[in-house]
């Protein structure tokens, strides 16, 4: 799909403004009330589209076939994503507002060294020269492997055939650290189709770098190609900067691009100097990227740990839309909503907020009436709160639904005035 800005052609286009929805430090999956109350929040601010997590830590967050056949369980188990399917509830909520969803295979090759997928296949997992499996903390399926080819492939495809979709997003977890790829099957394999050569010692070394990065971009096809026999959905990527991802994880995402492989972009830009920040944003592979698919630039609004203050996100956000590029996508919904998570929450300033992302006379009014019922819902639940959590989102939703019906009056009020 062709994404292409004439300059001489001036079309007003809606920004793209997604969020990362997490399962970590953050409850807005794990019930259908979380998902309704935060998805009124963020369409209160504009957002359109969601790229909730659906693949972690070596198992799905919805009830997958595929996973199961591979770690024997069909859903992360002794989790609240048991019992329901996650997706299908998020999908329902999100139509109600005219969300985008893009599921998010986060974890891409990677897994936790204690999980099921790596401790019942273990034939699987790639090494390094000292056949030491971890590394960066995870261990990683091996992209030669056909048995882990096919898995990556259907598990993808399955999710586009079963929901109603816009899109699938992989990240920079979809990649192989470049010290592995050691293990004896991958060494074996490479001999073959290199003349019987011997595998570099040398990680780096640029033959074997590029025989790396070339198994990756075939899988990378064969998921497109899967997906799209599936649905017609868009191909979403959300990498780490392309010299990082090149030299680091044998990923070439601008190839990929440029073969159409790649039809939305969400860069990952996590900079907290803005010159770092303007410097990612303005190298040539992302200026020509913007020209050919919809690019937008991720944020990063906050860790646990890390706190992002407001100045930060508006400095960003601003240079995003001087740029030019298709919208921004903020890593993740709790810290876009609140500046500190830890120790103890505190919620940004919602009209420093609105002020940022603002929505025009039409859209607000359409977003407007689509949130009231939802709000006026979770209101009147304030004496069925069953925790002072519970009860402190509530409140805050209030105050959102007083907000909306004051902005709904003033928008009244004009339509009124013109009528």
């Known amino acids: ?39 009124a929040a963020l369409k209160a601010l504009g957002f359109n589209t969601l790229y909730p997590a659906v693949w972690n830590r070596g198992f799905t967050l919805y009830p997958s076939p595929i996973a199961q056949a591979l770690t024997g369980s069909a859903v992360m188990p002794n989790s609240c994503y048991e019992n329901r399917d996650m997706l299908a509830e998020l999908i329902e909520v999100a139509q ?29 997992i790639t090494t390094d020269q000292q056949q030491n499996p971890i590394k960066n903390g995870a261990v990683w399926l091996n992209p030669t492997y056909p048995e882990v080819q096919q898995f990556m492939v259907d598990l993808i495809a399955d999710v586009a055939d079963r929901y109603e979709i816009a899109g699938v997003q992989l990240d920079d977890n979809f990649g192989l650290p470049i010290e592995l790829g050691y293990d004896s099957f991958t060494q074996l394999l490479y001999r073959q189709e ?12 640029l033959a074997r770098s590029q025989w790396l990065t070339d198994k990756i971009t075939d899988l990378f096809r064969q998921i497109f190609t899967a997906t799209k026999s599936k649905r017609s959905c868009l191909i979403s990527l959300s990498p780490n900067p392309l010299g990082f991802s090149r030299q680091n994880y044998a990923v070439d995402w601008q190839l990929w691009e440029q073969e159409g492989l790649v039809e939305e972009l969400a860069l990952q830009v996590y900079r907290s100097n803005l010159s770092s ?17 919809p690019t937008a630039i991720g944020v990063l609004t906050g860790l646990r740990t890390r706190s992002v203050s407001f100045n930060q996100l508006r400095e ?7 740029k ?44 407007n009436l689509q949130i009231l019922p939802a709000m006026l819902q979770q209101k009147e639940s304030v004496e069925s709160a069953d925790s002072l959590r519970s009860l402190n989102a509530i409140r805050t939703s209030a105050v959102l639904l007083t907000r909306i019906r004051e902005n709904l009056k003033a928008i009244l009020a004009k339509f009124q005035g013109s009528g």
């Open 194 to 205: 290199n003349r019987e050569q011997f595998m570099p010692l040398n990680p780096r070394d």
């Open 96 to 124: 109600q507002f005219n969300f985008r969803v893009i599921p998010w295979f986060e974890y891409g090759l990677k897994a936790p060294p204690n999980s099921s997928i790596a401790i019942r296949n273990q034939q699987l």
């Open 1 to 39: 799909m062709g994404y292409f800005f004439l300059p001489h052609v001036q079309v007003s286009l809606q920004e793209l403004r997604a969020v990362w929805l997490t399962n970590v430090d953050s409850e807005i999956l794990t019930s259908r009330s979380n998902l309704e109350q935060g998805l």
């Open 316 to 322: 960003q956000v601003q240079a995003i839309r001087q």
């Open 277 to 293: 920040f303007l410097a990612e944003i303005d190298k040539p592979e992302v200026i020509s990227t913007r020209f050919h698919v």
């Open 324 to 367: 030019q590029f298709a919208g921004m996508s903020c890593f993740f919904y709790e810290t876009l909503l609140n500046e500190q998570l830890s120790p103890q929450k505190t919620p940004r300033n919602l009209a420093d907020l609105q002020t940022l992302f603002p929505i025009d006379l039409q859209t607000g009014l359409q977003t």
